[in-house]
């Protein structure tokens, strides 16, 4: 069975996640069990808080269902405006217009440790942004006016109460 999404709000979500500095299986598998995490919940991103291990790790979904494997990293440029609708696996069934850059250049190490750079425009780079700052602790509502916020937050208290009443 694919691992849990855990929803929001949680403090592992907004936590930063630390470094990886390990390089092998555990890693491997960490990937492994995203991807399908991912796969099954019909996501094109997800990041390693996402399923509870606060690790610097991500997948970053393009247009044609393959995905990028981020691990440690780091935006090194940004330009431009644009807004467009996200959503969260972790906020389900809400979406909202969210303003972030329109292109940004990103470092980042694969699942062997290799250094690479990548530039980003559009929705791919929406995609990398929402990723990076689960990464840094922060989750996609936290750009919405405080209204909404709250608002979604209300509707996730509804919606967590819930799922546990199905649980028990
Ligand atoms: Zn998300």
Not at 7 to 14: A, D, E, Q, S, T
């Given at each position: 069975m694919a691992r849990e999404i855990v929803?929001?709000?949680?403090?592992?979500?907004?936590s930063a996640t630390k470094p990886v500095t390990e390089f092998g299986p555990p890693?491997?598998?960490l990937l492994a069990e995203m991807a399908e995490a991912m796969q099954e919940a019909k996501g094109i991103g997800i990041a390693a808080n996402q399923v509870g291990e606060s690790l610097r790790v991500?997948?970053?979904g393009r247009e044609d269902g393959t995905f990028f494997e981020i691990v440690n990293p780091q935006i090194l440029e940004r330009s431009g405006k644009v807004t467009l609708e996200e959503g969260c696996l972790s906020i389900p069934n809400e979406w909202e217009k969210v303003p972030r850059n329109e292109k940004v250049k990103v470092r980042y190490?694969?699942?062997t440790g290799q250094w690479h750079e990548v530039e980003a425009e559009g929705k791919l780079a929406h995609v990398f942004q929402h990723e990076i700052d689960h990464l840094d602790g922060q989750v996609f509502v936290e750009h919405l006016s405080s209204l909404k916020r709250s608002l979604i937050q209300e509707r996730m208290k509804k919606l967590q109460k819930?799922?546990?009443r199905q649980k028990d």
């Open positions: 929803l929001w709000p949680h403090k592992v979500l907004n890693l491997e598998k991500a997948l970053v190490q694969d699942r819930a799922l546990k």
